[in-house]
Structures are given as structure tokens and as C-alpha cells.
């Protein structure tokens, strides 16, 4: 376990690489003993911070829920971050390629609550239940720190989240299997991965439980009204300036981004 002094080098480390756009080293390098309990308060402490400045926290994002996500990332468990006001996109969005320090783009769904959700023992029903729409989104992420990342790196640079643009066709989730949604994501022209749905945990809604039973111990409430990105089903395609990535949800319709 770290001691509050290292803990908030690790903030301050993240801090300067969020203003710079610059990756800074890992906590993991710098700290070799560090725990995953320290990354999540780095995390946290990172997000206080945010809090500080106006930021308004808007829901969580869930990272690492499928097997191609695991192996793009070399990294077997999932993970989870937050999700800032200054982050949410609409479809078609223009952000700057220099805004980021190396974008990834993912196709995504997203659930947006409208009753509370908390841990433990919270399974399917419970959270499809306490959901009112699920969103065909892009996440944009962002690592703000240098390879080889490990699972307490990822955790402390919150889940690498950077952006979320919703689009597509919102539905209820009783009606569609959302096992079987699918997406074709294009960069530019060209078809980079596709996948399904239930390549999150079997479920996606699977991948919301996941969370509020992990924050369950430290009393926290998944908010109505609150987005939560339930994880990747692809591989993370790598952006550069001037591209245009755009996934095609199929009957949910489709959601692009250009980094300009």
C-alpha cells in the first residue's frame, strides 16, 4: 500500500498529463508495490480534482469487459473510471486530435438509468430494470501514461476514459436482445473490427452489475440519470488527424467522430 505522499505524486503526474497532452510515467514504474486499492484512490483523487475545477461528474465508464479488449490490453479483469460533463459528444462531434495524447476509439453501448442502482447482489434483471435507454455510442480513449501499462496503471488513469458521443437510435431495453447488437466500425472508408454485444461479460447489462457491486463496499449509488458505458465488444482502433471513425449499429442506427 502507497502512502498518501506517493498516492498524490500519482495524481500530480496525472494532472500534468491531462493539461500537457503529454504521457507521463506509470505509477506501477515509479511505485512497484502499489495495489490496485492505491489506483482506484489515485483515480478518485484525480476526479476530486476535476471536481474542483467545474466538472460535474455524469455517470461511470466500464473498461475491460470482453475477451478483445483483455487481449488488446494484456489485461484479465475489468475496470471502471468516470465520467465528466465536459466529456459527453453528440453524433458527428468534431474534437481536436490534439487535445488527446493517443486516441482509441470503441464501439459501445450505453445505459442510462433511471432508477438507482446499488451493490451487492445486483444481477441482469436489476439493472435492466433500472434502466430507461440504452445508447449506440463511440468511447474515445486516451492512455495518459507510457507502455507497458498494467492493470493498476489503467485503474489509476481512470479507465483511460477521454469522450463519449452518443448517437444511433436509443431503445428501451425490453425491446431488443441486446445480447445481439452489433456494430461495423470504419475508420475513414474502411471496415476496421466488428463484433457483438454479448462479447461484454455474455451480457452488457452484465458489465452495469459488475460495477455496482464492485463500488458496493464504499456505499456508492449508481445514479438515475447517470450514463454508464458497459465496455468495448471490439478491439480499440487507433485514431490519427483528419480521421473519421464511425460505427454502424445497424437497426439502432450509426455514431461518428472526426479528430480534426
Not at 435507454?133 to 492493470?151: G, L, N
Not at 458496493?216 to 473519421?244: C, I, N, Q, Y
Request: proline share 6%; aromatic share 8%; hydrophobic share 40%.
Amino acid at each position: 500500500m502507497l502512502s498518501e505522499k506517493d498516492r498524490q505524486t500519482c495524481i500530480d503526474g496525472l494532472l500534468e498529463s491531462h493539461r500537457t497532452k503529454v504521457q507521463g510515467r506509470r505509477p506501477s514504474e515509479m511505485f512497484p508495490k502499489i495495489e490496485i486499492a492505491d489506483s482506484y484512490a489515485i483515480s478518485s483523487g484525480v476526479a476530486a480534482a476535476k471536481e474542483k475545477e467545474g466538472r460535474k461528474i455524469v455517470g461511470h465508464k466500464i473498461g475491460l469487459t470482453s475477451k478483445a479488449m483483455q487481449a488488446a490490453s494484456k489485461i484479465d479483469e475489468p475496470d471502471y473510471g468516470y465520467l465528466f460533463d465536459d466529456l459527453v459528444l453528440q453524433d458527428g462531434a468534431k474534437v481536436k486530435f490534439e487535445d488527446f495524447c493517443v486516441p482509441r476509439v470503441e464501439p459501445e453501448l450505453t445505459f442510462i438509468l433511471k432508477e438507482p442502482l446499488k451493490g451487492p447482489n445486483i444481477g441482469l434483471i436489476d439493472v435492466m430494470r433500472a434502466t430507461e435507454w440504452v445508447v449506440p455510442s463511440i468511447e474515445i480513449i486516451d492512455a495518459r501514461v507510457t507502455e507497458p501499462r498494467k492493470i493498476f496503471d489503467t485503474v489509476a488513469d481512470n479507465g483511460a476514459a477521454a469522450g463519449i458521443v452518443l448517437g444511433g437510435r436509443p431503445v428501451r431495453p425490453e425491446d431488443v436482445d441486446l445480447r445481439w447488437v452489433g456494430a461495423a466500425f470504419y475508420r475513414n472508408s474502411q471496415i476496421e473490427e466488428t463484433g457483438l454485444a454479448c462479447g461484454v461479460l455474455g451480457h452488457p447489462a452484465m458489465a452495469i452489475a459488475w460495477l455496482a457491486n464492485k463500488l458496493a463496499p464504499f456505499g456508492t449509488v449508481l445514479e438515475p440519470g447517470h450514463m454508464m458505458l458497459s465496455g468495448s465488444f471490439t478491439r480499440p482502433v487507433w485514431a490519427e488527424k483528419g480521421d473519421t471513425l464511425h460505427a454502424d449499429f445497424g437497426p439502432l442506427g450509426s455514431v461518428a467522430v472526426q479528430f480534426v
